[in-house]
């Protein structure tokens, strides 16, 4: 079993039985025995406490600010920053073992994270958990910018200010076939919210919902001036 004092004394919290922390560094590649469930369990413990935490220190923030903000500190790119903050990496348990060049790596890490906080959570509970994420999510990392899944950041955004879910609209696919541009609008309560073009569609309605994001959060910060 890997040395974990020192991911230990980064999270501040004592595992009673290090099978749980054994568990939650263990990749399905590894054994049958894996941290998927954990990592299931984990993506609701981080979203409860990073809620708690935003929503007692941001008092004057309204749901739709809130529910942003929360988007982006749960967002992969988060979760990979606080797995290299924690070096994660020499701690996963993958076959073949983990390397810089391994696909899918932040994927990997971001998963370890969640992992790590249901292990946490199913020792210590909600305030075990709270005091680990409040402790990693600090001041510091908290002044960061991330940028989650535009789509779901959107969705989230516009069920939280009693709207309808956003839907994308191909208006304009041109060019030949190794060379297409797809132009996408995205629309809420029947109304067009941005488009954007891009290579794919996909590709469009990412960028559509980035823009239609912006927009709206702009619009909620002019409102609460």
């Known amino acids: 079993m890997p040395e974990y004092s020192d991911l230990i004394d980064s999270i501040g919290f004592v595992f009673k039985n290090k099978n749980n922390i054994k568990l939650a560094m263990t990749h399905p590649s590894f054994a049958a025995e894996n941290n998927q469930r954990l990592e299931f369990l984990g993506d609701a413990v ?24 929360r988007a982006s500190f749960v967002c992969e790119d988060a979760l990979f920053t606080i797995a290299e903050l924690l070096q994660l ?6 076959n073949p073992p983990l390397q810089k060049d391994t ?27 709270l005091s680990v994420v409040s402790r990693l999510w600090d001041k510091e990392m908290m002044s960061k910018t991330f940028h989650p899944n535009s789509k779901s950041a959107l969705q989230e955004l516009l069920q939280a200010s009693h709207l309808s879910e956003p839907q994308y609209v191909t208006l304009v696919e041109q060019g030949p076939p190794h060379k297409r541009k797809f132009t996408v609008a995205v ?4 109304k067009e919210l941005a488009r954007a073009q891009g290579k794919s569609k996909k590709e469009a309605q990412q960028q559509a919902a980035e823009l239609a994001l912006a927009q709206l959060q702009g619009r909620i910060k002019r409102d609460e001036t």
């Open 46 to 69: 981080l979203e409860l406490c990073i809620s708690n935490l935003i929503f007692t220190t941001l008092p004057k923030m309204n749901e739709g600010q809130l529910t942003a903000l």
């Open 103 to 129: 696909r899918g790596r932040k994927s990997i890490l971001a998963d370890a994270v969640e992992a790590l906080l249901a292990a946490v959570f199913i020792e210590g509970g909600f305030s075990s958990a």
């Open 187 to 190: 629309l809420s309560q029947g």
């Open 89 to 94: 990496d020499k701690y996963i348990r993958m």
